[in-house]
């Protein structure tokens, strides 16, 4: 394994991570919610209030 600094790895995983849940709850359909992402069902979500 190359010497990389492991706070390097942390912020690229978390980077990642970030992107993956945005996607699966914002543009992902589900079955059980009738095809609409898990967003669509959440009251009030950060940066969401209307």
């Not at 978390?14 to 079955?31: D, E, K």
């Not at 059980?32 to 669509?40: F, Q, R, V």
């Amino acid at each position: 394994m190359p010497d990389i600094p492991l706070g390097v790895l942390d912020t690229e995983r978390t980077q990642a991570l970030t992107g993956f849940l945005h996607t699966y709850n914002h543009h992902r359909s589900h079955t059980a919610l009738g095809g609409k992402p898990p967003i669509s069902r959440v009251n009030n979500a950060p940066g969401q209030y209307t």
